[in-house]
Structures are given as structure tokens and as C-alpha cells.
């Protein structure tokens, strides 16, 4: 039973079960790092593990406990160390500075963590003072949770990575990306749909109003683009000619000086990615990953193609299920925490959900309609609708009960480090 | 007879006056300002007066004349210097030096000048070699040299406002600001409607390909918003509350310590602005300007309204005629180029076009099918579709024939030192 | 015996001793930290207590161990991590990124500082291949440690006093500072006098070649500037007027919005300054110390005095013994790390050894005739002879066994991490 | 007559004279120049043309001018903007943006220059009011002209030489360098020395006390450091191999991208150099100039020999007379700015003034017994006495009636757009 049903079921017990399964795997995820390893924050857009640890922790202990009027608050200064960026509820410790805190350390970090959970465990036993926007606010912290246990797996490999020991985070197998035999498109009419949350389960504020589009006919890749797909663009000289790129991502190359997508390295003229588990040889069958937006598009306007927006993505998604590579196979003991491909079925479309988040064409902004919550969750997702694009589908960090086709993740478009790829729209006959 | 007439007419003898009533347009503009004033760049942003004059004259040469198999570049070093960013033409000298630049000089440029327009127009006095593709380039060097008006204007505006003397541009009478007594809003139906060019007469390639769009039923302001409206903003802590910002907005107000407008600034407790004109009191009547999309966006929440977007923009506009305060009336003697507001008539709508650039919620993106041209042409929209947001309407430093309802202008969303303003839309009722 | 005198009277087995007993003092400084807070990096200028004790151990593997023929080296990456500036011996990990290594561990690190020591310690007690050249290394490999043990202090109290928690390092008690009853001057004569190192006993490079100087007279004051003085310059205005300050030490107070030595801040109109035992008010009769070149210069220019230069206090310091509040103490289990000042004796001239460096007057150059080493140690001081200024007399978190009257520390003018404090000179009458 | 004379003579009609020639040169060095040339600020250290003129003439209206009780200023707001950094006097306009003022414009400031001078002159005519302290004033003033006046060709040349078009400051040819038949060493005995000012004719405060200073036996170069030695430095690695440089030196180098000294550029395989006649091939006989502290002293490192320091140089300076390549040979109509090197003559030591300012290696320091003077002129010097290092001797751009044998001039270590040069000094024999 997932969260949002045990919720809709007003089933507290399920409820607290969750609860305990998916903090305990935030646990599990730092179990491998050692403490140094999760205080290090390698650039400002990293935070360090323990952070996640502690910053979730504030979350459960802010929106829901402190909604009982009994509660003492565990420590009055961590308000101001872990609060990430509520300007309700007060002034926060500079982002860029949280590699600097050594204390509260880690053992400190899962004291606390361990003091939050039993109240809430608690609380939920006895039911006593539970509404159902206490729920509700819990249903949003574990997704909340989710969101950060994907961010430490992709924060921690930029930490390592960073290590010219190229340290393991976890040791696994990589199943051997193949290449399904044929690669075709799937094609939508020209019409008008609907698009946005259906109201069933849980879904953030940004998912909605659900509202109508006109959508021209469309083509979508069924398969994501390959590394094998990737190394022809590279091999075409596609970072040394700006005739791919827009102006600020061509920008982007000559200052930041890519060549490669992030993580890839060479040797003896053989390409190389660094991977959670390690530098690994790149597999040209598997999706490539760790793709900025500005990649995206200039590999796609370099194939003649286009990215999908964002409601060409949803509609097509819904011909697929939420199925793939996600984060969960960690628990079921398959490490790897990478892409590994898809072996075609007979379902047209492959690959929508898990294995990498999809960048579309669409920048992130509101829906039709669209207003902030009341409140300090109303700067969950609201505010930052500007220099933002959205992605789609989840990735092999993203846990399966987290995502949906209406999920509309952002990025600034320059943002590698986390599992993004790419899936390309067939051009417009009438321009090709 | 506009240039897109005369062309459309194949008129040479029109086309050849417009051209030279649009170069001379330019000289114009220069004319109250000496060498020193030409050649300072205030900010990365900002071009020198000199640099404008010179690159438009090289994309006459460039674009126009170059065609001509024996035409001779007046000097081979100018393409470096006064490219301004198309990659497909060679190297650029770096645009945030422009600056450095003292040579060639004022009079140079203006000798540049004089002979590039000879040859143009003993071109199309005897219309040797004179191509449909030939006045093609033309048209769109004219409509370039129309952009580049705007931009000398509002970049001179900003040399001069870093001057402690606060120097004078053009000494002129402004009109006083009169409220109209009613401001109420336009109301559109929910439909599917076209937008883009229509194919009549010029539009730029980013204006295409036109496309259907469904809307929800909206309601547009009739006014801009005044300076009166924007002051109760300021009054009521505007810049000091987090919670109507953006992230990005916000962070930005911080840094730069933003408390009110561009060029605006406090004697006496009473607000001034630097004008074109020098220093002036705020008229609380007339449109509020410069303006960051920031801005905009946070008065339109503190409002409890919102912007449109840019298809409820071109749809509502289809009410209006491009009729305004346009950068025409400097040519028949009245030189405050400044928003003057509008004296209400019976049109439920005004100022749609002229006085303000209006900021859209609209992210700067491709059309559905659009694909950039092909050569350097393809460079001069296409590239920049990223992190900019889409401005509708033209202001009082366009020229009327320049602008019209389909036309995209585009800035990243904290500048400021364009004439930008705000309309706002009415917030759904289902959210009030 | 010290290790200069063990090591000039080739007695080994002293030696191994103070090896032990040097090499043990680090693991004793870090012990009241925890991993997290030995991984931290809090300005380019401080670097993490881990790599400390890394860089401490590689130079007794580089310098000492791998000049033995059969010397494995413990891990070949090491030395890319661990070299701190030694050009000669290959390119360095880069110094401002030494928060990013979480590995290896604190742990693993502490594996390598045993490894290490066992194996010197067999080689001092087997003799087998050990030369003078050996035991020189040695010597220097021993006052370079303890260079680094005063480094671990001053950097991890900048550690933690970035953390609004404001750690403890080591609870103790603070002496309360007592001003010695009258202050006076130390007359010298006009005269030539030799300064440098008089090769008794180890020094490093710079205090070399021994040479002479011609002084003008000159008084130098018995007494250390006190808190107490500095607060009448901070209550005078000291830094809000420009007239005291160096050019470049102005334009700092304005950038970094200096208004009193690092550490102190205000509570409730009272002076507070964070020390290694947590915030404690500010004493008035205690040196005052974190104060920058720049503080000190301006600070001697309000006084009507001026600062001594390097020849000045090296004369004067041989009326003084090496012996005031050192490091030392720690190990004595008087644990409050900062300066208490001297209770006046029969001396005409107190703590001019421990306490706080004192900054002096001369820029840091060669002495005449100085060639620096050949090899790797050549890099040791010569090439930072520019841009940084000198000072004297050790500090309470220097060994007392390490500092001498020729000893040179240098840092630049506007570092106030260190333990820095003021001497005054007075002006020459004929300036008064 | 020199201005120094006069003043001592109290010969008022030589002082207007010679007023009247030092400020017409002024006006004569930028007469190649176009308003816009006059207006580039091409780096910070850089000020316009323009500001120079500007500038000086600001000196003569506030510290002379305004001494007189009824002098009305010309324009109020000039002494915000063209005071350049006398915090004494009231703020400044930032150094930095200097170049982003059109207004006052050069017409105007000729204006204002003519104003000023038309005063001064008919002061001096009358001599009513006129003091030994106006005319010491007046002095300062002049000797303040000429020091700017070596900064505009300095500073022109570098605007120029950031003009992809390479412009030419003034055509002229230049002298062909002859390389000296023998090279040798000056020797000076060990003693005491006095050095500074002695107290004849002008000299600025820094150049006081005169004192005593003790120095070792060495031997200085009589030859200035050549293209050719130079070309030796770099063909040999000197730019690749950080042994020879101090470490902040190499830093530079290495983000700076330094390959050689300023203004030179390669061209198949031959060496050239932009001077203020264009660019030129570099001839090896003539002094290198144009090289950073950094490069003179990592020049000498590799030469096995070291830099003279100040008081060497100046004791040296004794057995030489102020004659050479000064920019009084503009006025006899020999135009271009360039170090040319010197015939041979008897004299032993030749170049000593004139052609290129010589790094010593004595940092800027004061004097024993020196304090800045009261008042805004105490401002002149003295506050600069921070991480700069003395230069002496002139350039082929002073003045030759403006330098002294104790004349003190000061650059940051990395400053390279001065004319600055190299002798060398023969290492002490002990370590050679």
C-alpha cells in the first residue's frame, strides 16, 4: 500500500508503516558513506548528505509535529541550519555554506532523525489530535523524503567524483545495455487534450489545474538516445561547432570547456564515465545520462529532430506504465544505480518512466490558473518558475511510488548531475 | 508607403527612399550627442552609440551589398569588430568590450556610413542585379536598423544616467499623466484561436509558423499599470517581502539592493526618475517603466492578478490598432521620449501598442514547427530561445511601422533598461 | 632535550624520542575533534585538520623515508593529494578544494601517520643507513610539524567559528589578563648591529645570512597593545576614518566591512570575541590578537607611534628569554588557548616570546646574500618573499622549543586568522 | 631655468614660465589623439586621457587656486569626479569607472584647463598673495604634471594596443639599438651609506629621511638587461619552468597565460612588439621593457644573479648623471616613446636614468623617521607603502628635469604597462 492510498484509506496504521519504510531508506542510502563523506558539499548546487539527512528531519519536525500544540522543538537552532529556503518561517543558513557546518555530526544528525520518528510513529499509533490535513502534510514530507533521497544519490556522486581517488559509493553489476532491434516513433493526432493531475493520489501544486492544450500532430521517439547515439554527435565535432547550440549554452561550452557529457572522461581513446560504482567503460546500448538541457537540444537540433514539450511528453506517456528502472532495485540487492536500457516489448514506447528524466522543450512555468498555496508550502514549487525547464518520467534514482506521468521535475538548463537524458520528437514534416 | 509595401509593390524607387529615411533616422538619433558620449558602454548590456551606427552599416555591407560579385569591402577588419554574434560570419571581437574601442572613430563610422548608403541606393536607382532575395535582406536590414534605434536610445539613456552630472539627451515638454476615469478589463472567451504572422506584409522567422492555441476564458486589463499603482507597491514594502518574489526575482533584488524602478531615485522624500530628459518627478499618472520581468511579475501578485501570456496578449491585441506613443513624434518635434500614458477613448482597450513593452508570463520559445532559417540568418532570433521572456506591444522608443500584434520581443527577466511595463490579467475566479 | 640538540650530538635514540613525542602532540590537538570537523576547509587560507595531518606525514615519507633505497611508498595517489606547493616534486591537488576530499578518512589518514612513524622509528633505532643528511631532514621535517600543529589551531577555530552553533574546542579556564602597572620604553642606541641566525642550533633558511644592519635609536614598548587600548581606537573611530589606514587597508575595512579584529562581535553593547574555549567577553587587559597587518599599521598611526621593523625587534628581543604563554601548556593541562599577557617582572620588557606574533614594520625579503636551497626545500620559504610582511616572537599556539629571536613568520597584510597582535615603537622625537 | 630653480630663486616670471611650458606639454601629448582616443579606460590601473587632464588641472585649482580667499571653483561637481583618491578632500568617483564619463566632454575640459591655467598665470604675474607656500604648492603641482604626464603615454598605449586595429599613437623612427662592446659590473665597497633625499632642489616626502644604511660589497650591472638576454630567458623555458619564479609570480603567469612581456606578440616565428609607433619587430639590442616585477626578478633567478635593492641602486646612481632617453626628446622632434639603449661611452655604468624604470628588490617601505605630512598632500605617498616595489631612474617617458638620483617610484608586483627594465646585480660570491 503506498502512501497516498493508505492516506486515502485513513488506514494509519499502513500510514506509519510507510512512514518507517521510506525514512529507514534514507538510512540505508548513507549506510555505505562514511562521516566526512557526508559533510562534503562539491559546488553550491550540492548539498551534503548529512544535510539531506538532518533537512528532511526539519521538514517532519516543522509541518507536522509542531502542528500539536505539546511539542518541543528538538533544537531551537537547527530552524535556521536546515530550513533550505521558506522565507516564511524565518532566515536560513546560506545554501553555499553548508559544507562548512561539521556540527551537528552525523551521529547527532540520526539521534535527531531517530527522536522525530518515534513521535510521528507514535502519534499515528494513538491517532490522538490526527486530522486529515496532518496526513496530508505527512503524505507531502515522505514525498518530500523521496525527492532528497534521490538528491543524495546524485549529490554524493559529485562528491566522489570530485576525489581523484574515484572512490566507490556502492559496488554492483551493470546489466549489459542492448539495443532494441528497431527504433520507431510513436504518433499522436493533432487535437485538443487534457493535461495536469486527475485529482487521484497525491500530486504537488505545480501538477495542476488540470486544463485542455492544442497539440499538432506529433512523433515520439519510442527509445531514449543512446551513449552510442551520444559519441556520434561527439564524434561530429558537435562541442566545437556553435551551429547546434543556443547562444548561452554555446557559452556555456567554451567556459566550461565540455567535451563530453558530465562524468565521461577518456583513455587511451576509449570513453569512460564515472559512475556510483565506480569509473566504468561507457556501454554505447545503455541511455546516455548526465545531459544538460543545452545538450539535449543542440544533440537534437544536430539529428534534425526536436525535444517534445511537456504535453507532448504527458500525452504520450499515457500509452505507457509507470514501470522501469527505478531506485527500488536497491533494495532488491541490484546495486548499479544507472541506466541500463530497455529490452523491447511489445509496448511501442519503452523507457517513459525510470532510468533517466527526460528534458522536454518547456520551460517551467504555471499552469492556466495556477496560485501558490497559502502558506510556507506555498514555496515548495511556485517561486521557482523562472530559468527553469522541465523534465520527465523519473530516473534509476527516482523511487517508483514518486513518479507519474503528470511529475513535471526542473532544472536550470545547464544542470548535469542528475540522471537526465534525452528522447527526441521527429521534426515537422512541413519543415524537414 | 512602409518598406514592406514598397517591397511587396516591388517598388524600387519607394523601397530606396525608405532606406534612406531609415539611415538617416539613425544620424538622427545621434546627432545631440558628441564623439565621447558615442563611445561608452555602461554595462555588458549596453552597446556605444558608435558601435550601433557601425554595425548596422556592416550588415548592409554584409548582407546586401556582399551579394554583388564585385563589391569591395570598405575594410576587411571591420567584419571582426562589428559582428555582432553571428558565428556562421567568423569571430566576434568581444561584446562586453565594445567599449575599449576608440577607433574608428565618430567621423569614420558616419564616412562608413555615407558610402555603404550610396551603394545601396545607386543600386536600387538602377536596379542591376536586384533580386527578390535582394530586397528581402534589405527589408530585414531596415526592420534591424529599427531594433538598433530602440536599443541607441535606451542604451545612451543609461551612459548618460552613470554620469553624476546627469546629463541631458534631448531637452522636451512631457505631457502630463491623466488617469482615465475607468479601468476595467477586457474579457476573452475560452477558445482555440491562431496565433503568429499571418503572412501580410514583414514579420521576423521567430513570429512563425502560425498555430492554434487553446485559452481559457481571460480577462486583460484595459490600462497599463501607472506609476501611482506601482508607488502604493513600493509603500506597501514591495522590496522588502520575500513571499511576492520569485527566488531568482528575489535573490537579485538583494544583491543589487533594488528598492524601486530603474532610474528612479529619492530627494526630499519625493520619487525622481532620469529620463531622456533629465531628471524628473515621478508623474503617478503615467505608465510605470523599466521594470525587470521580476518586478512586473511580483506587483502583479502583490495585486492578487497575474501577466498574460503571450497568446492571450496577441489575441486580446487583435482588439487594438498599432496607433500610440511611438518614436515618431521625435521626428515631428516633440522629443520627451518618455511613456505618456493614454487619454481614454471609446475603445475599451488602450496603449496595446507603443508607450511600454509589456512583459508577458511567457517564456521566450520556439512555435510549434519552427525551425531556425537556414545561413547566418538562422542566427538572428533562434539562438537566444533560453531564459528570456517574451515582451509584447513596442514602446515610446519603437518605431510604429516597426512593431505589430504578432511581434516577439524578448529579454532576459532582469533587465531593465528597456522601456518596460506592466498589464495585468485578471486571476481566474475559481482561485480569488 | 630538544631535537636540535639530540640531533647535534647524534644521539638517536633522543631523537626517535622527540620524533615520538612531536608526531604524538598532533594526534593529541585533534583529539576533541570529530571527523567532520577535521574535514572542513572554511577559507582558501585554512586548510581541513585531516590534510594537516596527512601533509605532516608525507613530508616524513617524501623528505625522510624515500631517501632510504627499499622505501615503499604507502599510497602512490598521496603524493598528488598531499604536496602542498613543492613544484619540484610534481603538481598539486588544488589548495583552495581540500574541503572537497572526504577520503581518505580521518581513519585511513591516522593508519598512514602510525605506518609512517614505525617505520622511522625503526630506522632511528637500527641507525642502519641514517647520516647527518638523514637527521637534518629530520630536524626540519620536526619544525615543519609543529608549523603545521600552530596551523591546525588557528584553523579549526575559523572552522567552528563559522558555525552558528559555536563550537567548543577545549573547555578552560582563561587567566584574567592583569596590566601591568607602569609602561615604558626599551631605549636602543644608534649603531650597527648583526641580525640573522647565529647558527647555533636549527633555523630555517631565511633567517640566513647572518649580517649586519645600521639602526638609528629607537624605543621599543615593553608591552604588548592591549584589548583595552584597541577599544579606545574602535571607540575613536577607527575604522570609519581613512586618514589611519594604508590605501590598500582601507579599501579592505570598506570591502570586508571590518569594524574590530576577527572574532569580536557585539552583544547588547558589549565586546565579545569567540575563542578556542567558545565565546568569552573581551578582556581589556589581555594583547589584543587577530588583528590584520593593516589593523596594526592603523592602529600605530592613531597612536602617534609606529611599528618596529624586523632588525628593531630581533635587537631589542636579545634583552628577552624565549619563554611566555606557548602551546606547551596544553600539555601541562592548562588548556584555554589565547593570549593572557605577562605579569610585569624585573624585565624591562615583557612577552616578547608567546602570546601573540607580532607584527613588524619590514616586508618579507631576502636577506642580503640569500640564495635559496637547491632542490625541493629550496621551495620551503624563498619564493613567498613577496607581498607579505614579518613577524616575531611566536604565539600561544606555537611550540616554545620552536621559536628563536631570528625566527621570521611571515603572512600577508590583511590575514588576521593567526594569532597577530601589536608592538608599538615610538615616533622619532623629531617627527613628534 | 627648472621650476625647482625658480621657486629657490623666488623668480616669479621664470616659475609662470615654466608653468606655462609643463602644462602646454600636457595639451601637447594629446594632441595626436581624438576625443574618443581621450575618453578609453582600458583597464582599471588605465585612466582616460582626458581624466589626466582633467586631473591635474583639478590639482592646481584645489592646492593652489583655492588657497586664495576669493577664488571662485569653476565647476562644483568636478571635485567629486576628478579628485582621484585625496579622502581628506571628500569622496571620489570610482577609479574603475572612469571611462564610462562622456561628460565633461574634452572640449570642455580644454576649457577648463585654459581657466585655470589664464588664473595661475595672471597670480604669478601680479604675485599678490603669493607665498613660499603657494609657490611649494606649485611645485608639487608641476612635478604631479609631470608624473601624469608619463601616465598618459603609458596608459595610451595600452588603449591603443587592445584595438584589434592596432592603431599608431605617433610615427617616429627609432634609434637601432647597439649593444655595448663589453659588458661589466660597477663594484662598491661595504660601509655606510647615507641615502634620500639630501635636500637640494624638489624631491616628494617619500624620498625623507635622509639616513644611514650599511651595505655589503656588490657589484651592479652597467648595462640595462636586453631583448636579446630576455629572448634567452624565454627560449630556455622561463615561462614553463615555475623554479624560477616566486610563487605569487608563477600563479600569475599561469592564469595571466603570460608568455612573454607585455605588448609582444609572435608572428612566423618572429618576435614583435605594439609601441606607440605601431608595432615593431623586436630588436635585441635595445633594454626589455615592460616586464612585471615578477618577470625581472625570475629573470634574474635564472641569470644566477639577483636584483639591485633601492639603496644599492641609489649609492650606484652616485657615479652617473641624470642624462639619457627622456620624452623631452618628443619637443626636439624625436617622436618615438621607445627605450633605445645607450652607446658605450667611458663612463663605466651607462642607462642609469632614462630608457626604462629599474626593479629594485626593496619593497616600498618608509623611511626611518618618515611621517606622511599633515593635510591632503600627506595622502600623496605615504598610504601606497603596501605590497609595491620601488622603481628608479625614469623612463624614456619622463621627464628628465622631473627624476633625481633618490627619486622613489612604486608599482604593484605585476604591473607591466609602465616602461620598467632590469639590471641585474652580480650574486655575492659566497654563493655563487
Not at 33 to 48: H, N
Not at 194 to 217: K, Q, T
Not at 221 to 243: A, K
Amino acid at each position: 500500500m503506498s502512501i497516498d492510498e493508505a492516506i486515502a484509506a485513513d488506514n494509519l496504521r499502513a500510514c506509519a508503516a510507510r512512514y518507517a519504510e521510506i525514512r529507514r531508506f534514507s538510512e540505508q542510502l548513507s549506510e555505505p558513506l562514511s562521516a566526512e563523506d557526508c559533510a562534503i558539499q562539491s559546488m553550491p548546487d550540492v548539498s551534503p548528505t548529512r544535510w539531506h539527512l538532518a533537512h528532511t528531519t526539519w521538514f517532519f519536525e516543522t509541518f507536522v509535529l509542531s502542528q500539536f500544540p505539546n511539542h518541543e522543538v528538538f533544537n531551537a537552532d537547527y530552524a535556521y541550519l536546515f530550513n533550505s529556503y521558506y522565507n516564511t518561517l524565518g532566515k536560513q543558513y546560506p545554501r553555499s555554506q553548508r559544507g562548512l557546518l561539521s556540527r551537528p555530526g552525523l551521529a547527532e544528525v540520526r539521534t535527531w532523525r531517530h527522536h522525530v520518528d518515534t513521535l510521528v510513529l507514535d502519534t499515528l499509533r494513538t491517532g490522538a489530535g490526527v486530522t486529515e490535513h496532518t496526513l496530508n502534510l505527512l503524505e507531502v514530507g515522505l514525498h518530500h523524503e523521496q525527492q532528497h533521497q534521490e538528491l543524495m544519490l546524485t549529490d554524493i556522486k559529485h562528491v566522489l567524483s570530485r576525489n581523484p581517488l574515484r572512490p566507490v559509493y556502492r559496488d554492483g553489476s551493470f546489466g549489459v545495455g542492448r539495443r532494441s532491434e528497431s527504433k520507431g516513433h510513436l504518433r499522436i493526432d493533432e487535437g485538443i487534450y487534457w493535461i495536469g493531475h486527475d485529482g487521484a493520489g497525491f500530486a504537488f501544486d505545480n501538477e495542476s489545474p488540470r486544463h485542455r492544450v492544442f497539440l499538432n500532430e506529433f512523433e515520439l521517439s519510442c527509445d531514449l538516445t543512446t551513449c552510442g547515439d551520444y559519441l556520434q554527435f561527439i564524434d561530429e565535432g558537435g562541442y566545437q561547432r556553435p551551429e547546434f547550440w543556443l547562444s548561452v549554452g554555446w557559452q556555456t561550452v567554451c567556459e566550461q570547456e565540455w567535451q563530453a557529457p558530465l562524468y565521461w572522461f577518456q583513455n587511451d581513446d576509449q570513453w569512460y564515465q564515472f559512475t556510483l560504482a565506480g569509473p566504468r567503460k561507457v556501454d554505447p546500448h545503455v541511455p546516455v545520462t548526465h545531459v544538460s538541457y543545452f545538450e539535449a537540444e543542440a544533440f537534437a537540433r544536430w539529428s534534425q529532430s526536436r525535444l517534445p514539450t511537456e504535453a507532448e511528453w504527458e500525452v504520450a506517456s499515457q500509452q505507457a506504465t509507470v514501470d522501469g528502472n527505478f531506485v527500488d532495485r536497491l533494495l532488491a540487492g541490484d546495486s548499479a544505480i544507472h541506466p541500463h536500457g530497455a529490452v523491447r516489448t511489445d509496448a511501442s514506447i519503452v523507457n517513459m518512466f525510470g532510468d533517466v528524466w527526460e528534458w522536454t522543450a518547456s520551460p517551467y512555468v504555471a499552469y492556466p490558473g495556477y496560485v501558490s498555496p497559502e502558506g510556507a508550502l506555498g514555496e515548495y514549487n511556485g517561486k521557482f518558475m523562472c530559468n527553469q525547464f522541465v523534465l520527465r518520467g523519473g530516473s534509476c534514482a527516482t523511487s517508483s511510488d514518486h513518479v507519474r506521468g503528470s511529475y513535471r521535475n526542473f532544472f536550470q538548463p545547464e544542470a548535469r548531475w542528475q540522471f537526465t537524458g534525452i528522447r527526441l520528437c521527429q521534426q515537422e514534416p512541413s519543415h524537414a
